[in-house]
């Protein structure tokens, strides 16, 4: 498996997959092809179906400059997130480029070797033989991250802490109507500032979790600079969570990186052995994979046994299953925004109730893996970010 660097990225929204990861690419090909003049920018798939609605058009021409985009919705490419990039100078065809956008920003370019399994980072790639490895020495999930990526990946994720706190911070004091033509308001400062004075104290939690998941994922609608968890579309229920416990236990902030090496193994997991692109799986690769980090990383900080950790993983992505990707207009808006709360809500859910049954389980991390990633390839197609099903077909 790769290094946490590779799943928790800091960059714009509104989309991991169709912004972030194309923009790289971009960035890529434009450094490649230094004397060409002019270039052709084809989009496939759900890059061609939600592109304008997820920003790749605005981003492929300006990272670009002078480029022509076509969308082509008919032609069906390996994955569905693809995008063909040609360099010309004059009339000559410097360059040609495939690229697939695989989730969380990153791209593989079709012809060219991925990297291989010397340059990985984690030599283990379940939970079954990571939670063998870790009892078998006495360590935590995160001990584990922290052996195979040393010491250094504590000051990374220290910014990547950094970054989830100023999307919430911004996102709860902004205010007017997201960008792209639905006419949503912002509901995070409503959210937070909405309390009564006789309001339960379990209702006041509800709410501030609520409002720092709905924070994030405006920002991200508004194009702010967010952190892939795994996703752009799933980036507020991690930092939802994580701020929630930060408050309620005081946590310091070596405990809150503690929890974010533990989410990170567990959406790294998800990103080797399954997917976490919506185009490819649906919503429950996103928000279900967000979940289950938000799960895990809460069930760390409780200090549960590894099993309940396990637990409280495995039944956040379980009750997930069958999620579809349907977003309005191509926006990451509805219903996504509001999936960031509901999903940071149920994790909090999983990790409780991980502490009083994970001894009574019958299902295992990795199977709930191979059962989501085998569901997503049976979802249809519309329900796949395609913006051709569900609410965003049916919505007028």
């Given at each position: 498996m790769q290094s946490l660097k590779e799943l928790y990225r800091i960059g714009r929204g509104p989309s991991s997959?169709?912004?972030?990861?194309?923009?790289?690419?971009?960035?890529?090909f434009l450094k490649e092809n230094p004397t060409a003049d002019r270039f052709k920018a084809v989009l496939y798939g759900s890059l061609a179906k939600t592109g304008?609605?997820?920003?790749?058009?605005?981003?492929?021409?300006?990272?670009?400059?002078?480029?022509?985009?076509?969308c082509d919705k008919e032609t069906e490419m390996p994955h569905p997130n693809t995008i063909d990039l040609i360099a010309y100078k004059g009339d000559e065809q410097l360059a040609f480029?495939?690229?697939?956008?695989?989730?969380?920003?990153?791209?593989?370019?079709?012809?060219?070797?991925?990297?291989?399994?010397?340059?990985?980072?984690?030599?283990?790639?379940?939970?079954?033989?990571?939670?063998?490895?870790?009892e078998s020495h006495g360590m935590?999930?995160?001990?584990?991250?922290?052996?195979?990526?040393?010491?250094?990946?504590?000051?990374?994720?220290?910014?990547?802490?950094?970054?989830m706190q100023t999307?919430?911070?911004?996102?709860?004091?902004?205010?007017?109507v997201l960008p792209g033509g639905l006419g949503v308001q912002r509901k995070a400062g409503v959210l937070y500032g909405g309390g009564t004075e006789n309001e339960p104290e379990n209702t006041r939690e509800n709410r501030l979790v609520c409002a720092y998941a709905f924070a994030v994922g405006e920002q991200n609608a508004s194009a702010q600079t967010i952190v892939t968890a795994p996703t752009c579309g799933a980036c507020g229920v991690l930092p939802a969570v994580l701020k929630y416990a930060a408050e309620r236990k005081r946590c310091s902030e070596e405990e809150i990186l503690r929890a974010l090496a533990t989410a990170g193994l567990i959406g790294n997991l998800i990103k080797t052995n399954a997917s976490i692109s919506g185009a490819e799986c649906g919503c429950q690769a996103e928000i279900?994979?967000?979940?289950?980090?938000?799960?895990?990383?809460?069930?760390?900080?409780?200090?549960?046994?590894?099993?309940?950790?396990?637990?409280?993983?495995?039944?956040a992505?379980?009750?997930?299953?069958?999620?579809?990707?349907?977003?309005?207009?191509?926006?990451?808006?509805?219903?996504?925004?509001?999936?960031?709360?509901?999903?940071?809500?149920?994790?909090?859910?999983?990790?409780?109730?991980?502490?009083?049954?994970?001894?009574?389980?019958?299902?295992?991390?990795?199977l709930v893996i191979q059962t989501m990633y085998e569901t997503g390839k049976d979802l249809s197609h519309p329900y796949?970010?395609?913006?051709?099903?569900?609410?965003?077909?049916?919505?007028?």
């Open positions: 997959s169709h912004t972030i990861g194309p923009e790289r690419a971009c960035k890529m304008v609605g997820h920003g790749t058009d605005e981003v492929v021409k300006v990272t670009l400059k002078n480029v022509e985009i076509e480029m495939r690229v697939y956008s695989i989730g969380g920003g990153e791209i593989r370019i079709d012809g060219r070797k991925a990297k291989a399994v010397s340059d990985q980072v984690y030599p283990l790639r379940t939970f079954t033989d990571i939670r063998k490895h870790c935590r999930l995160y001990d584990y991250v922290f052996e195979c990526e040393g010491e250094e990946i504590k000051g990374y994720l220290k910014g990547v802490w950094r970054a999307a919430v911070e911004e996102g709860l004091k902004a205010t007017g279900g994979s967000a979940c289950c980090m938000a799960a895990a990383a809460l069930a760390e900080l409780q200090g549960m046994e590894l099993e309940q950790i396990e637990y409280a993983a495995e039944v992505m379980e009750h997930h299953l069958g999620l579809t990707c349907d977003p309005i207009r191509g926006l990451v808006q509805i219903p996504c925004i509001e999936r960031n709360a509901v999903a940071a809500m149920r994790a909090i859910n999983a990790a409780n109730l991980a502490e009083f049954l994970s001894g009574s389980r019958k299902i295992s991390f990795d796949r970010e395609t913006a051709e099903g569900g609410l965003a077909k049916l919505y007028k």
